[in-house]
């Protein structure tokens, strides 16, 4: 699974401390450990079920979030920097673990994803924390998935959980239109 988590995220590269790198990688291995769906699968599946017949695929949708947040950290840092820091590999794990709980949210059902009873009970930002928690990964990227959606409505982000949340709704929202 090592080898397969490595392929769907070359942007794991990108993370400059071994050890955060490691622990990110580690929290996707585990998410397969535990949910119905392969690598393969997220190839495949649409990125969202809010969207009918969504045409990009799950890790169209993850990559993209990731490369924008990449992207807008270094912009922001470059122009900012002196007065707002940023840590742009907290900003690379957390786009890059922000959905991992997902893999606990879907079934598949006749070969199609589905929403599961326990995506029903606990939704991606819950399931995610827990996953990488029990990586390793450290609290201010286990902050950007508990704050990368609606639910971080109600906490006080950081700078870097901020970016991933734009960038991830930036990715998102306007799918709304097609509908
Ligand atoms: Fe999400």
Not at 40 to 58: A, E, H, K, Q
Not at 111 to 138: D, I, N, W, Y
Not at 155 to 163: G, L, M, N, P
Request: contains cysteine; hydrophobic residues 45%.
């Amino acid at each position: 699974m090592h080898d397969a988590v490595r392929k769907l995220w070359p942007e794991l590269d990108w993370i400059t401390d071994p050890g955060l790198r490691a622990k990110t990688a580690r929290t996707w291995e585990r998410a397969f450990e535990l949910s119905p769906l392969t690598p393969g699968d997220l190839n495949r599946i649409p990125f969202t079920l809010l969207v009918p017949n969504c045409p990009t695929t799950f890790m169209e949708h993850k990559r993209c979030v990731v490369h924008i947040a990449q992207k807008a950290a270094c912009s922001m840092k470059e122009f900012m920097g002196n007065a707002l820091p940023i840590n742009v590999d907290t900003v690379i794990a957390g786009a890059i673990l922000a959905d991992v709980g997902k893999l606990l949210e879907y079934e598949t059902v006749d070969g199609k994803a589905k929403q599961s009873k326990r995506g029903e009970m606990l939704r991606h930002p819950f399931t995610g924390v827990a996953l990488a928690m029990e990586c390793g990964v450290p609290d201010e990227v286990c902050h950007i998935i508990a704050a990368h959606a609606a639910e971080g409505e109600l906490v006080k982000r950081s700078t870097e959980a901020y970016i991933v949340h734009h960038a991830d709704f930036m990715a998102y929202l306007p799918f709304k239109n097609l509908k």
